[in-house]
């Protein structure tokens, strides 16, 4: 058990708990963040297989990890952007009741 | 200080520029730009006149491409020789004076710049007409003269008869003007160019006219014959020769004004001016012998039968006007004369002299109409020497310029050199005779005429209240007055500059002292029978009884009837023209109308054949095959259920799938 | 080394789930601030200061204020006292049960999967490294990045302002 499996290990659980969260939870915030967990998930492994990778001089995946944050960021203002509208549309945030576009 | 033959455009640009704003706008100063812009083409008329008086012999030309067509380049030109500077000279400076005329006659017409809109087309278009250097380009302006003189004459087109005038003289003289283009095209045809003059190769010149002549036709005609006659066609049909002649007196229901100008002094005169321009073409053939007839002896007698008819129906009418059309019918058919017996340039001479004093002439007449409230019957008027002292010494004057009383007026000139052409014309003399004879009715019925409008008592209201009118209309008068009696000092036997200029190649007439003094005593005649018969015993009332219709009812009656031409143009051409258009209609109706209806009603049968095919047979399988397409769609449709927890689980379930599904496989 | 990384792994994964059950949105909004400071505690374990950094700046200062503000403005009154659903109660076992099962496959892979020996040591990477590669290598990039994030934040603002003013049948 190397220390990258273990980081492999915590990103895997972090991304699940973020799974179970997004389907879970009826609060359309809670279903966001979820997702967010999921993200940072997917940046510890990169920061993992690059702390352990081949070729850590290169600092290629900081980089990505810098990236990954910045459309988290967008990713989050819009999505909460849309609760709020949504909100104001249907008077609560639930998500299964949002189903205006269902065929 | 002369005006190159390069700006000659310029002379008919001014009154169509002044025409073009008239079209635009209704202000009453169109008017006096008209003047303004006449009066300039008259300076640049003259201008042009001093530049073709150095030489008079030279034709100049400016020749250009208009388009190309085909094969080859349609070229148009402007000519500036003698004949055309003179024309434009007289058109211009006549013109002025009508404009300057109608300012006072037309001043209380409701449509007075119009009036002025269509006096300048018309003066741009005739202008364009005398600087042509192609028959086309003269043809162009030919028929927008028309259209002028029909806007014109129907100016006053509310009322019937003169909408009716205004048809009468557009459909008579497309006649003419058929034969005109069809000549126009063979010798297009024929020759390849329709310049007049172009280095050699226009259709004036020498190479062109003997190839011309040389041809002889299936009938025996030489082609230059047959193309000339087409040409003279239009000439009979816009110079109101006989047998085409019944319009001109029905267009007196214009405007006065444009009666001087249009029917008296000018677009008439462009019949006579098309035979003089093309006059090397119609005498092409005068050398040849073996030709049934010479297309010029065709114009000689025509003009000798018009020169005659006229100027006897003229005898018979009442209303002041159209004695002065019957009496312009019998001029222009003098100028024919002269034309067909060889002395064009004697021809001109008349056209210039006679544009002067029938101008004169139907001004005066247009004066005393409106003095007299629009009374029109000689009948009725009366005794207006003593109300309207100008206008009757210049009505005199033109009468005596007319009727051709010796040595003071220019008519006596003019008509002496016809009459000593015709003399020595050695075909016939029977066109003499005629002259002769017109020479007696001229001066009788224009006696007739003076006597009955200007003698006696009035004969009603407005004859009675007549008084002068204001110079804007006098003055005119009395310069056409003067111009009446000095122009014919430019073409006597003893000085001929007129024809020399025009034609180099004129020889004055020796002797010819007999046959003057032969006309001067018929003029003497003339003028003593309609004294004896009008003026010994003044009429007293309107109603009496004519001398002449006492002396001869029949001849008298058929006179005033105008010899029925009109009846007999309306029993023959009129009612050929019915018929034509009864059978048209009948054929449109019944025949081609049976035959649409019957390929619609097929239309209708197969389409309704075809609409049953489709809804028993081919529907039923489209209909399956959408409604299957349908369910479908509808199947897939209710899979999206709006559920975001759905989808992502089902996401999630499937990522787990593939795992599995790729870990068993053995991929690692 | 190991014994540190358990522990933050212990406080990220504890906070998340934690922040994953909790009926009340703001005790869930202020665990998970807590689980991100957690990541980046791990970027700091891994050597990856800047990132730690920007973790920091970005999820617990700016997301999670835009998180309170929502739950603020969204929040519903007495929503922790409602009853439990039937449906809720299913979904949350099938979630479960979806996110175990993952787990599980995942987790075996990983647990089986062999890698090369990697160095000991840390790798060094400066402040300086990183800001030269963003500018130069990935240039367009980051431009692309910045424009994006423009696009999305005037999108924000556009999406939730309150357009009762205008009417939607009467707009161009």
Redesign the interface.
Known sequence: MTPLHLCLLISTALFCIGLFGALARSNTILVLLGIELMLNAANINFIAFWRYGPNPAAANGMIFVLFSIAVAAAEAAVGLALIIAVYRHQKNIRLQEATVLKG | MTLPVQLLWLIPALPLLVAGIGALTRHRGVALAAIFAMAGSFVLSCLALAGALQDPAVHATYNFAWFDLGHGTLRLGFLLDPLTALMTTMVTFVGTLIFIFSLGYMKKDENFSRFFCFLCLFAAAMLGLLVANSLLLLFICWELVGLASYLLIGFWFHKPSAAAAAKKAFITTRIGDLGFLLGLLWLADSTGSLLFFDNGHGVLEAATLASLSGQTLACGLALSTAIGLLIFCGAIGKSGQFPLHVWLPDAMEGPTPVSALIHAATMVAAGVFLIARVYPLMSADALLTAVPVHALTVVAFIGAITALLGALIACAQNDIKRVLAFSTVSQLGYMMLALGVGAWSAAIFHLLTHAFFKALLFLGAGSVIHAAHHEQDIRRLGGLRTKMKFTFASFAIGMMALSGVPFLFSGFWSKEAILHAAHEWNVSHLPLYAGLCAVVLTAFYMTRLVAETFFGQPRSHGADHAHENTAAMTAPLVILAACAVLLGFLGTPYWPWLQKTLDPHYEATQGGLGLMLLSIGLVGAGLGLGWWLYGRKLRATAADRDPLATAAPFVMAALANRLGFDELYAATVGRLNTATAALAAFLDRYVIGGLVTFLAQLGIFSGSVNRQMDEANLNGGFDAVSESVRETGLFYSRKQTGETHGYLRVVAVAFVLLFLVLALGGVR | ??AA??LI?VL??GS??A??LRRN?IH??LL?VA??TG?AA??LW???E??AF??IL??AG??SM??L???L??R?SREADLPIEP??VT??A???A??????A???S???T?R??A??AE??A?SVK??GL??MAE?GA?LLI?GI??TV??I???V??S?DKKRDPEDAP
């Not at chain 3, 979806?98 to 787990?103: G, H, M, P």
């Open positions: 080394m190991t990384l358990l792994a990220m994964l998340a789930a922040a994953m949105l869930s909004a998970l689980s991100w990541v791990f970027y891994a050597g990856a800047f990132v920007a973790q970005v999820y700016a997301v835009v998180v503000f929502a739950v403005l969204t519903q449906a809720t979904r949350t099938s979630a479960f979806v996110a175990a099962s993952l787990a496959v995942i987790g892979a990983v647990a999967a890698f090369p990697a160095s840390a790798p990477a490294q990183i590669e963003l990935h990039a990045v994006v994030l999305a934040l999108g924000a603002t999406i939730a309150n």
